[in-house]
Every structure is written in structure tokens, then in C-alpha cells.
């Protein structure tokens, strides 16, 4: 069995290299690109947005258009055949970068592995089973009634991947997908992945021959490096350098809208953030045009709701939280909060009002909009703390339960249904519901949703749930995330998407020799 196993990894590889492009004579385009997120690991499941998005290694079922809609990818159609039942049928001209054909068994496989390895994928697939028809046709049966299902199978974590990726212990050995690039190498060292254009990918030949991706995550690290010409391509520099990068010639910074947030989650579980009008008090109490326009130097837009208006699920009727001092500093006086000795800060009891900000440096934003909220909270009588720590040290210090509010950037909308967002964030036992948030009207109105008989009748019971959990308050919108991507100017064809996590590469990009 060892001198069998040892074959076929050899003929895998040996597939490899016969699909990659043979290196030339000083005329291959190469991308080199700084990603502000480390890659510690290969594994699609674990940082589905490396291969689906950031290199093309793999592809998903579904694609999706910048208005929402979802596209055939690998996938050409999927037909409700009843409530828990689907029929998926495939594309029949997709080879994996092994020269293997894509079949319906290596989909079943993808899926099954998503499924058992990440609670949030297996909670929008709500697989029972997978029956395979034929080489190309598939039916998926679900546990419960699912309407999210097409939409959950564009998730970057679904990329399709070839069997043969993955060794008998269940780890990656390599990433085998079906897209416009194949994965050369990946240093264990530094997390350099490189990949090289796939020449027979089902799409046509993509206009770039290798794509070098770095992990640099100080935005300031990744505007020097794209000003020094170390890289051609890079994401998120800091906004003040914007104008700056844009004067030099030869590179441009460009301003996109992105379906992610900024967020500030509040712990309810602790006084006085138990109070929802302490809660209400604090989101009116942040001048939001303020921050975007001079914080954020304009990347990214003023609102207090997670779904912008031009998003067909949206509730446009929800209440709004536009900045209101005096409402503000009213609704913590009805709290009990008032300035008993006159020094401008609030106090109940003898306590004064205190609140912890925890926050992260990766995107360039977090830091200067908390520094930000302190000086909106203090003008409201509220201490604020803030701490920049790691994420893993906010992700530990929530478990402990040992955080008031806590800002980060979260995206809405990478699974194109509000239900991805909504049941995440609001239903219990949500992967983003950090303070145990459990309210029995909205779980119930998130599991009717999935039953729903068209889109729209599903859209307007979420829209029920952003209303009440607009009003309940549990988190704030502080705004909506813009995104600077900084590139050379011979780079041609990039189309910013506004599903992907941060930004998404495309087989029709092209960089000038």
C-alpha cells in the first residue's frame, strides 16, 4: 500500500507540472502582490479567500455579480426540487490542475469536508446527504428546509478541490483546484505563496503567468512597499496616504464600497450596557459624517444599519441612529447617569461611567475610528479605555467575558443572502454572536426564512429581524468599510467585487512587461 500511495503522488505531481506554463525568455508577466492577512496554512477550508479569491487556485460552485445576483461558476444551474432537496448540475468541460476531470464525487467530497470541519459552513449547508446521479449532476438533501443554499455554496471555504488534494490523515499536501492558476510553492517560513497560470483551465488562458503573494499585515509596511516598487499590487494603505500615492507616477490608489462594517459589539452581559438606553445613547452619540470624512479621509460611508439601501433585502424603514448629542446625553440621564461633581464625566453611585474598547491594527481604519469613539463617548461623559491588541487576544479576552465593546470589521454580505449576516450575528448560537444574544421571535423568524417559498417573501421576514435587532441594539454600525486597492498603473482589468473577503483577482487581469 506505501509503494502505491508513493505512485500516485508522483503522477499527481507529475500532472502538476505538465499544466503549468513552461517559464520563458524574460517575457512573463508576474504579479506581485502584498495581502494585508497571513496564510499559515494551506488548507482552503481554513482560508477559503487565499484560493478562491486572492490566486484562483480554486473555484466555487457559484459566482455572484456586483449587484448581489448569483452567476453559474462550476455549476451551470441548481433547481429547488422540493424544500430539502436540490439538483446541482455541472459544468462537464473542468479539468482539476492534475489533469483529472472534475466530477460530481469531488464536489460531494468538497462539500462533506466543509462541512464536518467548519460549524459555520455546516450551518448554511445544513447537509443530510448527497446522492450523485452521474458524472455531472448531483442532489443535495438538506436537514431542514434551506433557501440559503445556492448562496452558501459561493463561500471562498467551498472552493473546489480535486480528492487527490488531500492525504489519508486528512491534511492538505496540496491545493489541486480547477482554477486559472495552479499553486507552484508555498514557504513554510515566510507563507509566500506562488502560483503559475493554468493552461488548461475551462476558461481560456489567464493574461498573467505567475502571481507572487506576500503577506504584509502594517498597512504602512504595504504602502512602502508598493511606493518602493517591491510590490505591483496591494490593499487597505493607510487612507491618509491615499492622495499621496496617488501624486506619484506610475501607481494609483482607488477608492471602492465594500459590503463590510465597521462594528462595535457591546457586551450586554455588563452594566450599563445591559441598559438599551445606554445602548441607544451611545449610537447617536457618534458623529459618523465626522469620522468618514476626516478619520477615514472618505474611504468608506456614513451609516448606522449593516445593509445599504441599494441591497434588495433591505430594511430602509429600520430605525436610524443619526448623530444627536442631546437625545444622547437624555437617554443616560433617564439611565440614572448624571455629573454629580461637575467634572464633566458621569457617575451613578459613586462609580463613574467606564467602558473598555478593544480593537486591532490590521486594517488601518480600526485604530483611528476607536481613537475616534473615545473622543465622541467623552463628550457624551463616558471614560473609554482603549487597548490595540492582537485578534486572537480580543478573541481570548471575549471568551473570558472580559471586554465592554470590542471594534472590528465584519463583511455583510460574503454569502449573498441577509441570512448569512442576520443568523451569524443575532441567532443563538451565531458564529459572530459574541454576548450570547438569544431572542426567541428572531430565531423563529430565521428559521421561516429558510422555508420561504420565493426570494422576496424570505427577504421580507429578514427584514422583521433587522428591525428588531436594530432597535434591541446589541452592536452599532459605526459605518460602512471602504477599501483602498494601491496598483501600478500597467496593471489593467482588476474589477473590485463586492462579496470577497477584501478583494478578488481576476484571469482577465494583465501587468505590462
Known sequence: MRINYLVLMALIFAGLLLSAPALSDGSERTLKVATMWDIPDIDPILRGDAWAEKTLVTETLVASNQNFELLPQLAI????QDKSTWEIRLRDDVLFHDGSKMTADDVKFTLERGAESDSTIANLLQLDSIEVSDPTTMIIHTKIPNSVLPAALLSPSLGIISRNSVKRDGKIVKVIGTGPFIMESFDDQTHVLTIVKNGNWWGG???IDRIVTTPMTDANTRSLAIENGDVDFTVDIPYSEVERINSISGLRADKYETSYLYRLDLNTNHEPLNNIDVRHALSYGIDREQIVSYVLFGVGSADSVP????MPWANNSVTIYDYDETNAKQLLADAGWSDSDGDGMLDR?????ELSLLTYATRPGLVPVSEALVGDFKRLGIKVNLEVLEWGAI????????WDMV????????????YYYLQRSYGTGGSYNYVGYSNPTVDDLLDRSMAAKDLQAKYDILKDVQAI?????MNIIVAHYGMVIAQKDGITGFVFDPTAHDYKLNAKMSIEV
Do not use: H, M, Y
Open 469 to 473: 435587532t436594530q432597535e434591541e441594539c
Open 349 to 353: 453611585d459613586g462609580k463613574p461611567l
Open 395 to 402: 478573541d481570548n479576552r471575549r471568551k473570558d467575558g472580559d
Open 77 to 80: 444551474s441548481w433547481n429547488q
Open 407 to 418: 471594534l472590528f470589521a465584519t463583511n455583510c454580505a460574503l454569502v449573498p443572502d441577509p
Open 205 to 207: 488562458a489567464a493574461k
Open 307 to 310: 445593509f445599504s439601501s441599494s
